[in-house]
């Protein structure tokens, strides 16, 4: 039996100033295929597996997406040239979400207007400016702590038009790797995979939790995971990302 596929080519562009280390922030790569898929069907994304073989490069491209395949199992392959690639599984008709534990999460009792802000260097992660980032608990990057985890409030504050699941894109992807909790100085973590789900009619959110953690590591590997709530308990997103560790070290740095 022969599949017919259709191909459709969507322009897309990247802001400099959106840049993390090297090329344009991940997350923001993965919006971009996202939103060629969700073009290509006309449906709403609620998985995705990317896979980041290159740094992207500011200015004009072109999402090319590959409707694998239509009706309820919709799915889309997507491509941002050499650079990157997904697949994408979307609904057509999301219907309710129901969660377990069934309600939302109960946030932590704390206005994240009151947090200080996390303050990390435009110059060395330029796309952090958009971001406004107040952590929960102690753990910080590059303070040497013993578990490689974050817990913080973060929202975006660029002016920038993004469904809520390429805003869950986008913030998943936002902290530093959790093992920077535990190190003192930096070394280059990238992301090579990227895998999220989305649940389908969650409502966008001003400040959302999130969660990010090592789940572990190897001396030239690790997965991170992440989950994102809304500001009211709905769960958001989840992912998972499978990083290169280019400095050795997985933990501390090695004497």
Known sequence: MTTTTTTTAFPTSFDESWRGFGGIHGGLVVAALLRGAAR????????????????????????????????RSAG??????????????LARSPGTTVAWPPGPVSPPDVD????????????????????????INSARPFAGGETPEFDVWIRLT??????????????????????????????????IEFSAHFPPGTPPSRWYRLRHRTAWATDDLCVDEAEL????????????????????????EQS
Do not use: N, W
């Open 112 to 135: 994240p207007e009151t947090l200080p802000p996390l303050e990390i260097p435009v110059d060395f992660v330029p796309f952090s400016q958009y971001l406004d980032i107040r952590p």
């Open 229 to 252: 709530h809304t500001e009211t308990g709905e769960l958001a997103g989840q992912a998972r990302q499978l990083r290169r560790i280019l400095g050795g070290a997985t933990t501390k």
């Open 158 to 191: 660029a002016d920038i038009d993004l469904t809520p699941q390429e805003t869950a894109a986008v913030l998943l992807d936002a902290l530093p790797p959790g093992l920077y909790a535990t190190r003192t100085a930096p070394v280059p973590i990238p992301t």
């Open 40 to 71: 290509a069907l006309d449906a709403t994304p609620v998985a995705v597996t990317a896979h980041l073989y290159a740094p992207v490069a500011a200015g004009p491209l072109t999402v090319d997406a590959e409707v694998v395949m239509g009706g």
């Open 76 to 89: 889309v392959r997507a491509r941002l040239g050499d650079a990157a690639t997904a697949g994408v599984r």
